[in-house]
């Protein structure tokens, strides 16, 4: 079945160590997503790539980078991990095309920082 | 700017009521409007959609009507089970080609008892 894969499910890392999250599509989609969710609360999106086309949300930290070197990948890299980036992270894609709006989600990578 | 108001949570309901989750939007246009699902430690999951006014999403047993005049996008399911215990987001995304942003409610946790 065509989906999303993000890998890990879990990570745990240390305060000020760089982590990397990957999400991989077979929706052979155009536009790729990066969410951060914290408990109780509804996803906030990070950035998100149109093909190789990036855009930031403003208010997403330095501390937050992404790369995608295909159209099947797409990387989330923290920089330096503080105790207030222990979230859900979530990606998703969608094709950009009129009436083709619907964003699928991936499982999600629950990052744990000590 | 875009924006969506669910109903507060959380909602806890005996197995095989009736189920209301209100969602209304303020919005330019004619947004795609979505409900999403997630369980406890997963992604969102679409559970239906409309694209446009009048249209009915379904999926599952549950319902959602896209009603311009009142800017709402209500879901109902007429016999919930123990599994739709999750939480629910209502979202639209942007009216314009190429902003495929979405916009969400704070979501609504449901507790099926049996």
Known sequence: DAMVIQNPRYQVTQFGKPVTLSCSQTLNHNVMYWYQQKSSQAPKLLFHYYDKDFNNEADTPDNFQSRRPNTSFCFLDIRSPGLGDAAMYLCATSRRARGEETQYFGPGTRLLVL | ?114
């Open chain 2, 1 to 114: 700017g875009d924006s969506v108001t669910q109903m507060e949570g959380p909602v806890t309901l005996s197995e095989e009521a009736f189920l209301t989750i209100n969602c209304t939007y303020t919005a330019t246009g004619y947004p795609s409007l979505f409900w999403y699902v997630q369980y406890p430690g997963e992604g969102l999951q679409l559970l239906l959609k409309a694209t446009k006014a009048d249209d009915k999403g379904s999926n599952k047993g549950f319902e959602a009507t896209y009603r311009k005049e009142t800017t709402s996008f209500h879901l109902e399911k007429g016999s919930v089970q123990v599994s739709d215990s999750a939480v629910y987001f209502c979202a639209l995304s942007g009216v314009n080609f190429g902003n495929e942003k979405l916009t969400f409610g704070t979501g609504t946790r449901l507790t099926i008892i049996p």
